[in-house]
Each structure stands twice: as C-alpha cells, then as structure tokens.
C-alpha cells in the first residue's frame, strides 16, 4: 500500500504511465493481501485471483475501483479465503468490485449479462494458480466469439445510449471522459468488438491508441484535481487540469481533448457502421449524381471517376450522402483525400448549388461534414476554417467548439427554409456567422471581411455575398435589442430598422438568431427570448413596409387592466404564471422594494417594466422564472411586497441573511470581468438607457436599483438577462425633472453608487 501511496504522491507520473505504474504499486499490495489470507486459510483445490475491467487492462485511475475475481474449481472454504482478502482492501478506503466463482459459473454469467461477457475479455493473474486463470481467460474468449451475432447489436445500443445520455467528449464544454461519445467507454467497446471478429485497420487502432493517452491524461489529471473518481470535466477544473497535463493553458488542454474524442468518435463509427450493414439486405446499386453511386447503403464512386480532375466531384459527394442519409464508403473517402485538390477560385459552375444543398439537408449534413474533415477535405472546400477546428469557447453560455457550433446552427437555419424567402442566403449565414472566432480581433468584424472575400469565390455576386455580410454583421443584433431594450420606444426601433435595410436581411437575422440562439446552448433560448425577438420582428417589418414608426411602438405596457388597476389608487397586485403586476403611489424605491421581496422568495427576474402618471400612481411590473419545482406560491410574497410599500420589511437584513446560504457554483473560467456601467443617450427618445454588467450573485437587481434610487432616478423599463455567470441589465432612466440623465456630475454619481452597490 506504501508503494502505491508514492506512485500516486509522484507528479512526474502522468496519463497511461501512471496508470500502469499503479496498477503495478497495487498488483504488489493486493499479492502481499493473498499471501496473508492463503497462510491463514488452507485451500485444497485450485484457486487464482484475478483482476478484470480497468484493473485488467491497466488502466487504473487514482480513484478508480478494483474490480477483482476470485476463482475455484469447487473449494468448500472459499468463502473464508474471500473474506480474509476483501476485508484488507476495504480498510484501505479504496472501492472494489469483487465476486466469488468457478471458470463455469463466471462463463455462464457472461452469456446471459454483457458486463459479466466484456469482463472476462480482460483476466490478468494476480496471484494463485496460473492454469486456472488462463483457463478462465480462454473460456471467457471463447464465450464471446460464440455469441458475436448477438452481442455485437447489444453493444453497438450501449454506444448509441451513452451517446444519447453524455454528448460528445469533442464537441461540448463539461465532457465526461469515460462515458461520453468519443470517451474511454468507446475504446473499450471498440476492443471488445475486435475481439469479436470485427475488423480494425491498423491506422484506426493507432488513432484509438492515441486518443485513449490523451483520455487518460486528462482523467488522471482530473481524478489528482477534484480527489475523487469524477468523469465529468467541469469548467472551473480544466485550468488546474491543464497545468497537471502539461498543457500551456486550459483552452490548448480543451482542443487537445476534442480532437481525441473525434477521432474516437470517428473510427467507432467508421467501425459500427459495418457491423450494421453485415445485418441489412443488399439492394440495387443506384446512380445518384455522376460518378456517384449507393452501394449497400454507402456513398461510393465510380471506378472511372478521377477525383484529381473533377473539381465538383467531392461536393456531390457529399451532398448525395446528405440527401440519403447514408455514410461515405471509407475506400472512397480515402480515395477522395489523396486525390482531390483544394476548390478552384471562383468555384466551378453548379458547385454552390451542390454546397447549398448540402447545408439545406439540416442535422443530416453534420456527420457527413465530420467525415470530410477528418480526412482533410473540409478544409479543401473551405480553407478559412482551419483555425476554428475544436477551438473551445471555454464559459458556460457555449455548448460548443466554434466548428460544432457554426454547423448546428447551420443546421437549425436549414429548418427555416420554408420560412424565409432565401433559404440557401440563411444557411450560408449561418455558416459564417461565427468564422472570425479562429482569428485575432474582433471576430464580427474579421468575419464581414472573410465572408467579402469567401463570397465571390462561390459564385455569389455581389448583392448576395453583401446580404451574407450583412447578417455576419448584425448576427447579435436581434437578440440583444430585444433582451435589453424598450420596444415600445420608437428609437429602438428606428434603430433596428436602419441597420438592416431590408425586410429580407431582418427575416434572414430572424433565422439566424433562432438557429444560433439554439447551437449555443439551452439557457440562450426559451419562449420568452423567442417572443422578444418576434415582436420585434414585427415591429421593425412596419417600418420597413412604410408604416409610420408611431403605428409600430404600441405599448404593451401598462395595458387596459393594468390601467384600471391605477385609477383604482390604491395597493393592488395582479398576479400570473410567471409575472406580478404590482400598483402603488408614485414614491422613491418602489421598484427596489419589488425586486428584493422577488429575491428574498428565489425568484429570478427575466424582465420589468415600470410606468408613473400624472394622478401620482406607479405601476411595475416584474416577468419572472418559474421554479422547476412547481408553480410559484404568490400568497406569502404577496404578503412580505405589502409589508415592503408600507416600509415593515427589513428587506437588507433578510437579504443579508439569504446571502449567507447563497453559494452558487463557481462555472466560469478565469476570473469575470468587473461590474461594468454604461450609459447611451441615443438609445430611447425620451430616457437614458443604463447597462450594467457584473457577475451573477444574489438580489442584484435589488441592491443595482436601489442605488439609482438614492441618486434620483426615476426606472421607466428595465430588462434583465444572465448570459453564464454574468449579468446584463439594461435600464431606461429619466431624473427627478423628468429628463433624460445628461449631467455629467450627476452621471458620475450614478456609477459610483451602482459600482459600489455591487461591490458591497
């Protein structure tokens, strides 16, 4: 035990020579446990200790159990020797997996369970009699060639049901290495299947070897960090993960892993693939483009066809395997990958059709375009992609490496095709929406100068390659404005519309902003987003079909009732699903007050609105998120927001009570940005809109609103979003005058008092 202590104190032992070292340091303590037991009981039949799963294979992980078998041929006192041996290793603190059996109990566990039938797959002697082990280790091969037929379905579902239940190790933020698609589990499962019969070429195996040093790497590495047998790599592990890896920095750490995990990912499927197609029945071949056949459910070519000397060849490709859902035949990829040459410039005639309808197959497209990459032939289509290739987007609003991203969101364009009036426009958007990210600077402005370039080389013209550069543009525009701006005031929307010019380009972003809302992860999207967004739509399309801006700034607040409810002049809630409607007098902190009862009961804030009249009556109202856990209980916050207009609420001293069981997890990499304030006159026509940025923490919209309070400032609207760990809060102001905050003094005072009430 003293010797695997050390293996695991020695920082110099990294990745797969830890765990070899490991498993040696714990083969030493588990044979000295044998020695003791086998001394202290005497059996007459033959008996072996083996290990199996990790352990067998030599693949121990700091915290990792040792799964260990004890075999006999029929030894009455079995049961005692188990004990003496199971005892000692569970007083050592470490997890085991043990059982307790002859060769042919364990044979025929493994034809009825796949666990107990891969297991036997990895038998290495511990201690005891050698015979029996190899005899163990032959049956259980044995066992597994003869039930092939079966096992091998069985275990091509575990793969797709993990990859159903874990994601991507390549492509998402927080991967789990071992159960992940891409992860250790699919290493393993690929060795069992070769051990079926399944052939593995030998440059696949040495990409599984290779990516499985760097899974491992990366787990050792993790299980070191955390201190326990953790498979999920979290965001705020993977810069200690990285120095422990050797890597210069988490973001070079992330890319290494993706690569890995894709071409773990690729050679499974390359792999699963076949053993699927020995199932199905074989169908006529069909001509689907020149040169281009399906054979037996696969892409392939003609054996006439010279990929060197037909530029469009590659996009028919894999615009054909798109279109039929069907892979690209592996000779015919490799064909492909030493013959073709990078795209001409301009691009050959009808090749942007073939490219467009690519993109137009939706999710389809995706693995055929992760087939292209892998044997470099994306980026002989695309050049510029390059430096986007796994690139990370390392905080907790992305799923995604940039690649991945930039094609889902394709992908969720292409549902739109119906929907706008230039489909193959929004799809080409949204390819390149993004593609700035692999290059310095900002990656908008670096993307409308690729794109003007990129363009005329597929054939576009000018109108079209400038309606791309547009969206490029404003790709954030739509989601912005309408998460963080007054739509009912005619500057906002004066302001979109002389953006995008056009109500194509606005129906386009309108597209691309729900495609790339969706690829970026699930906090980016929901029916409030998606409302926003489509009012502002709307609205914007009157401008732009000739309306006068005053018919497109309806108000949708306050409505009639709310207006009833302020001729009333008296303290009255109204209350939905997810909103309270709170009227009141007109007096200094009232939205303040709202926010911190909100808070105070776990409400988050989504958006708000406030308005005054001239009979000295306020009206706000808060739009919040509803719990996961059912719907909200509006009775004691109606009660504690009475007593906080009526100044009986001790509402800081409840929140600093709050506060001190409020520990949000920490997801960010890297330290945030300081709470930033910004403010812009030409925002809104008649108030100044006030934007505050500052990491998320609790009853922030309280403490943010009670300071303007103190300086005399009157909310008019305010909206509210967190983008991962940060907050942006946008707030339309006017002064105690009624005017717009143009006083430079007073402004000053203004950031003082919000910075401070943040910091506080």
Known sequence: MERRQQVLADTKLRGVRLTHALCEATDEWIREVWTSAFEAVKVSKRVALVAVGGYGRGELAPYSDLDIMLIHDGAKNIDDLASKIWYPIWDSGLKLGHSVCTVKQATELAKSELDAATALLSVRLLAGDESLANELSVEGVKTWKAGASNRLPQLMQRVRDRQQDNGEVAFLLEPNLKEGYGGLRDIHALIWAEAAGVEISRSDRDALDAGRDVLMAVRVALHRHVGRAVEVMHLEDQDAVASLCGYRNADALVAALSN??????????????????????????????????????????????????????????????????????????????????????????????????????????????????????????????????????????????????????????????????????????????????????????????????????????????????????????????????????????????????????????????????????????????????????????????GAEVEEAQWRLFPDAEVLEMMAGGTVTFGLSDDSVTVVSPDRPGTFSRVAGVLALHGLGVLGAQAHSDEQGMAASQFRVIVPSHGPIEWQPIVQNLTRALNGELAIEARMAERAKTYRRKRRSAGELAPPRVTFFDEASSNATVIEVRAPDQHGILHRVTKAMAEVGLDIRHATVQTIGDEVVDAFYVRTSSGSKLTDKFHRQEVERAILFSLAS
């Open 260 to 545: 890995a995990g894709r071409s773990v990912s690729w050679v499974g499927d390359e792999v699963w693939a076949r053993v699927a197609a020995a199932k199905t029945k074989p169908v006529a071949d069909q001509l689907l483009a020149p040169g281009v056949i399906l054979h037996l459910g696969e892409i392939h070519l003609e054996e006439t066809v010279d990929p060197a000397t037909d530029p469009t060849l590659l996009l028919r490709v894999a615009a054909s395997a798109a279109r039929h859902k069907a892979r690209i035949d592996r000779p015919t990829l490799d064909r492909l990958a030493q013959s073709c040459p990078p795209m001409p410039s301009p691009w050959p005639v009808g090749a942007i059709d073939d490219f467009v309808g690519l993109l137009l197959t939706a999710h389809d497209a995706i693995p055929v375009l992760e087939a292209l990459d892998q044997r470099g032939l994306w980026v002989k289509v695309l050049p510029e992609w390059a430096p986007n290739r796994s690139k990370p987007q390392r905080n907790a609003y992305h799923r995604f490496t940039v690649d991945r991203h930039l094609w889902e969101a394709t992908a969720n364009a292409a549902t739109w095709a119906d929907r706008v009036a230039r489909p193959d426009l929004l799809v080409l958007g949204a390819l390149f929406h993004d593609i700035g990210k692999g290059y310095p600077g900002d990656h908008t402005e670096v993307g409308v100068a690729m794109v003007e370039k990129i363009g005329p080389r597929l054939g576009l013209n000018a109108d079209d390659t400038q309606m791309i550069c547009a969206m490029v543009k404003h790709h954030l525009l739509l989601p912005d404005v309408a998460t963080r701006r007054d739509l009912a005031d005619s500057a906002t929307i004066m302001m979109v519309a002389d953006e995008v010019k056009t109500p194509l380009v606005l129906d386009l972003l309108h597209g691309l902003t729900e495609a790339d809302s969706l690829a970026t992860g699930t906090a980016a999207w929901g029916t409030w987003k998606a409302e926003l967004v489509s009012d502002l739509v709307r609205r914007v399309h009157l401008v732009l079909g």
